[in-house]
């Protein structure tokens, strides 16, 4: 049983309570210095949404008795039409968090999620734990590759992701086709990636991932490399991405001429852009890139796809005033040459194309932007590039946006 000690005449506690209080204080003081707290590890919820009303226009195909290069997408008739969108891009919620480890020193992980504002759907995005020390950070999991991260900077006011605005879709695939094999604007899963510190002068990025399903045959992984200087108005990146195994040539080519069938089949992908970004002034930045893009396949079959030569570019200005944000961009690609297995002759006719966005937004916060945009693209009769998110683009194909949306950032 325990008995409570008697009050001191006065209402406080007695001389043998004040003395417990006090052993209890001494004791745990020195708990404190001999158990140190444990840092807090802090969560956070963020993301991006932009959803957009959009009219698409797309015109009349290659009519199918035009001849175009060897390695072209199908013409079609009758294939013009127009259709009203409400399009969310890749609009995306995110949990992240850190724990701090010691001086200059600290864990951290991001998971998100994309989210169909339309239909509520989600889709895989970033997921990755990382350690930071120093200078050198360290992530794994599932996240952008360096190619894809270090060029391609000015993104129409941070909502270019997804949206027909985005540049990538003439700068980091092939003319012939739309297959994400061929694209290096990739999220790849089973990644490590370090990077040295971004706030210095000159940083590093190396990026790796490997074919967990890999065989004796086949080894789809993948590399991709980079380098950035920044040095005060100045932003410039070179980039390299190789791809084994992923025969983007020939996923992107018709039926006849693929390979990725074939268990005696290898291929070997590279990509290699530059990126420059000057800032004129406070209110006025501009960019240029240039991306060569080279596909390469074995096989033993006459005629089947053997390589292809890409080269695109971009150039693009943004202005910003007080709420005001403006942005332009031109792109450009073409296939400059093609081979096909033993010799056999491959004509790149018509595989070109280019792509006019413009875009203005008004913030009405420092989370919340009002924007409209409009996208002009002229594909070759032979090219069949694909800014839309849910129709299919043929050969000679042209393509017409019209939007407006509002972005919001938490």
């Known amino acids: 049983m325990v008995v409570d000690e008697p009050a001191s005449p006065r209402g406080g506690r007695s001389r043998g309570g004040t003395r417990r209080a006090a052993t209890v204080l001494v004791a745990a003081t020195a708990l404190l210095f001999l158990f140190p707290a444990q840092a807090r590890a802090e969560v956070q919820v963020r993301g991006k949404l932009y959803p957009e009303f959009a009219r698409i226009r797309l015109g009349e195909a290659r009519p199918p008795d035009q001849p175009a290069g060897t390695l072209s997408a199908a013409g079609g008739e009758g294939a013009a039409m127009a259709a009203t969108n409400l399009l969310s891009s890749n609009s995306y919620i995110a949990f992240l968090g850190s724990e701090s480890l010691g001086p200059r020193q600290e864990v951290f992980w991001h998971y998100e999620r994309g989210v169909n504002l339309g239909t509520g759907e989600k889709s895989a995005r970033d997921a990755f734990v990382g350690l930071r020390s120093g200078a050198v950070t360290v992530r794994l999991g599932l996240m952008d590759t360096v190619y894809k991260d270090l060029g391609d900077r000015l993104r129409f006011f941070g909502l270019s992701s997804g949206n027909f605005v985005s540049s990538s879709t003439i700068l980091s695939k092939p003319a012939i086709g739309d297959s994400s094999a061929a694209s290096f604007h990739l999220r790849r899963a089973d990644s490590i990636r370090i990077d040295t ?90 960019e240029a890139n240039y991306a060569w893009l080279r596909y390469r396949e074995k096989s033993s079959v006459a005629g089947r796809f053997a390589s292809l030569r890409d080269d695109a570019w971009k150039v693009a200005t943004e202005y910003r005033s007080g709420d005001w944000r403006a942005q332009v961009s031109l792109v450009g690609g073409a296939v400059g040459s093609c081979t096909l297995q033993q010799g056999a002759p491959c004509d790149v006719t018509g595989q070109d194309g280019w792509m006019l966005n413009v875009g203005l937004g008004r913030a009405l916060s420092r989370r919340t932007l009002l924007f409209a945009l409009a996208g002009w693209l002229e594909n070759g009769a032979g090219a069949s590039y694909n800014p839309t998110e849910n129709f299919d683009v043929l050969g000679g194909q042209s393509v017409r946006h019209f939007a407006a949306g509002i972005l919001h950032v938490f």
């Open 197 to 286: 510190d971004e706030s210095a002068r000159l940083s590093a990025h190396l990026q790796y991932s490997p074919d967990e399903s890999g065989s004796t045959s086949r080894n789809a992984d993948l590399l991709s490399v980079g380098a950035v200087y920044r040095d005060g108005p100045w932003y410039v990146s070179l980039a390299h991405e190789r791809h084994r195994d992923f025969f983007g040539g020939s996923r992107s080519s018709p039926a006849v001429f693929r390979n990725d069938r074939d268990p005696e089949a290898s291929s070997d992908d590279w990509g290699t852009r530059l990126a420059v970004v000057y800032r004129l002034s406070k209110s006025v930045r501009v």
